[in-house]
């Protein structure tokens, strides 16, 4: 028998093909060597038949003495499709290719067009856009990342700790009287924010990712701009509180003449105007001229470690160095963000109109932002006087 066909032999052509080679005379056979090989090939193939068929008997004995969980295989379930309504439908797949092919303006189908309809006139980004916008905002202006930042739909009013007194010895048995712990209240209202972005017709011809990274990257980065700057520079009216219009007095501020220049001894003094409490959170603010124009050159190994380079960060006496165009030349801010309490509406809206004149689609960006300091203690300002003061 043939060593290939002997791999697939059953027990019975085994003992067949055996019982033949008993009767073979020996003395007359021309290759010993290729039986002696067919008669080893026969025994494996045999003894791999034996061992394989006490394996299932042993299988069988486990399963009638309840050894062994007998299980089926499970047939493919079939995907059930949520069924959308104004409680779920932001967060479907349906709404967001829906949103998205509707701002490219291309067809929507049965479903898509459900999904739109429980949007109503004003559609809102899906959820699936709103978390990477702000994720990649806060990428454009890190000034996000220190804030208190709330997504909250609509005007909100919540209490923020004011003055913390420190803990007190207590005298065993002796009575305990409540610390004068303050919180502040802060209201923030409801402000747009807009941005009109314009791109050729050609817009709908890509892929429905590709024009969401798109999207996605305009939006985020054209609100960064425009709420970091309201952070530090907004008026107050109609519009949110930056911080620069705290008012700024000794107290809180070291001025630089206009004609002179920034030393190491004003900023000495600016940090020490900082309370201990806000200065573990603090940062600096300031503008890449202001850091390496002003500060940088005062630099004198020999007396002080005034600046200090980590990696791509800089530290000013051990405190951390933001860069922000939002802040003038030759000024910078310094405090705890986190007492700058602001609310980006989650309800971030995007309205598109076709242009026939330059055969282009344009969209306008939406969002609601208000925000102020909630506590003005918490920063003081270098002040580069002008000579209007």
Request: charged fraction near 30%.
């Given at each position: 028998m043939e060593l290939e066909k002997i791999k697939n032999a059953t027990i019975n052509e085994i003992e067949e093909r055996m019982e033949e080679i008993r009767s073979?005379?020996?003395d007359k056979e021309k290759d010993l060597r290729a039986l002696d090989k067919e008669v080893d090939a026969l025994k494996e193939r045999k003894e791999e038949l034996r061992k394989s068929a006490k394996s299932k008997e042993e299988l069988r004995t486990k399963i009638l003495?309840?050894?062994?969980?007998?299980r089926t295989i499970d047939k493919?379930?079939?995907e059930r499709k949520m069924e959308l309504n104004k409680d779920n439908y932001l967060s479907s797949k349906e709404y967001r290719s829906a949103f998205l092919k509707n701002l490219q303006g291309k067809e929507l189908n049965v479903q898509e067009r459900a999904a739109m309809a429980l949007a109503g006139t004003n559609p809102v980004i899906p959820e699936q856009l709103q978390e990477p916008i702000l994720t990649k905002a806060k990428e454009y202006a890190p000034v996000l990342n220190d804030i208190t930042l709330l997504t909250v739909n609509g005007a909100v009013k919540f209490a923020v700790e004011g003055t913390n007194n420190e803990a007190i010895v207590h005298t065993e048995n002796a009575n305990i009287t409540p610390s004068n712990d303050s919180f502040v209240?802060?209201?923030?209202?409801?402000?747009?924010?807009?941005?009109?972005?314009?791109?050729?017709a050609s817009v709908n011809t890509m892929s429905i990712d590709s024009f969401e990274t798109w999207l996605i990257d305009n939006l985020s980065e054209s609100l960064a701009i425009k709420i970091e700057n309201l952070v530090f520079n907004g008026t107050g009216s109609s519009q949110a509180k930056g911080v620069n219009k705290i008012e700024w007095q000794s107290s809180n501020s070291v001025t630089v003449t206009a004609d002179g220049s920034l030393t190491a001894a004003k900023i000495f003094a600016l940090?020490?105007?900082?309370?201990t409490g806000y200065s573990r959170n603090a940062k600096f603010y300031m503008n890449r001229q202001t850091l390496f124009n002003d500060f940088l050159p005062l630099e004198d190994k020999s007396k002080n470690s005034l600046v200090v380079r980590e990696g791509e960060n800089y530290y000013?006496?051990?405190i951390k160095v933001e860069t922000t165009?939002?802040?003038l030349t030759h000024e910078a801010i310094l405090g705890d963000m986190k007492r700058y309490v602001a609310n980006l509406a989650e309800a971030i809206t995007v309205k598109n109109a076709f242009d026939i004149n330059t055969n282009s689609y344009k969209y306008l960006g939406v969002a609601n932002f208000d925000g102020k300091p909630s506590i003005e203690e918490a920063f003081v300002k270098l002040v580069k006087e002008t000579s209007s003061n």
């Amino acid at each position: 028998m043939e060593l290939e066909k002997i791999k697939n032999a059953t027990i019975n052509e085994i003992e067949e093909r055996m019982e033949e080679i008993r009767s073979l005379d020996l003395d007359k056979e021309k290759d010993l060597r290729a039986l002696d090989k067919e008669v080893d090939a026969l025994k494996e193939r045999k003894e791999e038949l034996r061992k394989s068929a006490k394996s299932k008997e042993e299988l069988r004995t486990k399963i009638l003495n309840g050894d062994v969980e007998v299980r089926t295989i499970d047939k493919p379930k079939e995907e059930r499709k949520m069924e959308l309504n104004k409680d779920n439908y932001l967060s479907s797949k349906e709404y967001r290719s829906a949103f998205l092919k509707n701002l490219q303006g291309k067809e929507l189908n049965v479903q898509e067009r459900a999904a739109m309809a429980l949007a109503g006139t004003n559609p809102v980004i899906p959820e699936q856009l709103q978390e990477p916008i702000l994720t990649k905002a806060k990428e454009y202006a890190p000034v996000l990342n220190d804030i208190t930042l709330l997504t909250v739909n609509g005007a909100v009013k919540f209490a923020v700790e004011g003055t913390n007194n420190e803990a007190i010895v207590h005298t065993e048995n002796a009575n305990i009287t409540p610390s004068n712990d303050s919180f502040v209240e802060v209201e923030l209202s409801t402000y747009e924010i807009v941005k009109m972005i314009q791109i050729s017709a050609s817009v709908n011809t890509m892929s429905i990712d590709s024009f969401e990274t798109w999207l996605i990257d305009n939006l985020s980065e054209s609100l960064a701009i425009k709420i970091e700057n309201l952070v530090f520079n907004g008026t107050g009216s109609s519009q949110a509180k930056g911080v620069n219009k705290i008012e700024w007095q000794s107290s809180n501020s070291v001025t630089v003449t206009a004609d002179g220049s920034l030393t190491a001894a004003k900023i000495f003094a600016l940090v020490g105007l900082l309370k201990t409490g806000y200065s573990r959170n603090a940062k600096f603010y300031m503008n890449r001229q202001t850091l390496f124009n002003d500060f940088l050159p005062l630099e004198d190994k020999s007396k002080n470690s005034l600046v200090v380079r980590e990696g791509e960060n800089y530290y000013i006496l051990g405190i951390k160095v933001e860069t922000t165009d939002s802040v003038l030349t030759h000024e910078a801010i310094l405090g705890d963000m986190k007492r700058y309490v602001a609310n980006l509406a989650e309800a971030i809206t995007v309205k598109n109109a076709f242009d026939i004149n330059t055969n282009s689609y344009k969209y306008l960006g939406v969002a609601n932002f208000d925000g102020k300091p909630s506590i003005e203690e918490a920063f003081v300002k270098l002040v580069k006087e002008t000579s209007s003061n």
